[in-house]
Structure formats: structure tokens, C-alpha cells
């Protein structure tokens, strides 16, 4: 059943789906590390479902400041995530491969958000956002 509501309308963004997928391919990677290492393995796990928590949060606030206040933070994920997945490389944790595919959907994901971030700063500029929330039953 797809049951929609203003509230869940952050699942039709790009953007949240492929942070989503990031954080699928994340989690497909880094659970094989072994016991010495799950920590790491947690930490960068949460810091790409990070990503798509802040987008769909900020969106769920309604107000455009907070709005644009999560999204920073959801941008801010995408810088740690990186370095997670940089420092996993250079200390061959990850094969040459597996790095790819982080990189091609992280750098994907990291610029939708700052052409979101820069859409709904220009939205914020020009006055053209409405804070309440109405609906029309």
C-alpha cells in the first residue's frame, strides 16, 4: 500500500532515493569488515544514512530556514562520508572498485544537494516560500 501525505513527500526528491541507494551500497561494503574494524564500519554506515535522514527531517520541518539548516547538515554527512570511504582506500580497506561505485553515487548525491541547497536559497531570496502548512481536505 503506498500511503501518501504532505509529510512523506521528500520520497518523490532524487536526490533522498539516491541517499538511500548510498547507503545500501555502504552497508553492502563495509559489513564484511571484520571484528576489529566494525566500529569504523558503524560510524561510516551511519554517516551515509545520514544523509537521506537530514534530507527527509529538514523537509518534514516545513520551515525553509530549517529546511536549508538540515540540508547543510545532510551536506555535511556527505563530507564525512567521503572521508570515510577515502580513508578506507588509501588504507586498502576497499578495493579500487568498491571505491568507484562509493564515489560515482556520492559525488552524484553530494551535488543534488547543493543544487537543492541552491534552489531554495534562490526560493528564500526571492520570497517564494510558504512556511504554513495548509491543507486542502
Known amino acids: 500500500m503506498d500511503r501518501k501525505n504532505i509529510n ?7 536526490v533522498w532515493q539516491d541517499a538511500i541507494s ?7 561494503i563495509f559489513i ?3 571484528f576489529e574494524l566494525k566500529k569504523v564500519a558503524a560510524n561510516s554506515i551511519d554517516a551515509a544514512h545520514s544523509i537521506s535522514r537530514n534530507i527527509s527531517e529538514g523537509y518534514c520541518r516545513r520551515s525553509l530556514k530549517e529546511y536549508l539548516n538540515y540540508l547543510n547538515i545532510a551536506l555535511g554527512s556527505c563530507g564525512e562520508f567521503h572521508s570515510c570511504y577515502e580513508s578506507f ?5 576497499i578495493t579500487d572498485e568498491e571505491y568507484e561505485r562509493l564515489d560515482q553515487l556520492h559525488y552524484k548525491v553530494e551535488n ?4 537543492l541547497i541552491e534552489s531554495l536559497q534562490k526560493k528564500q531570496k526571492n520570497k517564494q516560500w510558504e512556511d504554513n ?3 486542502s481536505l
Open 112 to 115: 543534488a544537494l547543493l543544487k
Open 32 to 34: 564484511k569488515y571484520p
Open 8 to 14: 512523506r513527500g521528500f520520497k518523490k526528491l532524487i
Open 22 to 28: 548510498l547507503y545500501i551500497l555502504a552497508s553492502k
Open 133 to 135: 502548512l495548509s491543507l
Open 89 to 93: 582506500k588509501q588504507a586498502s580497506q
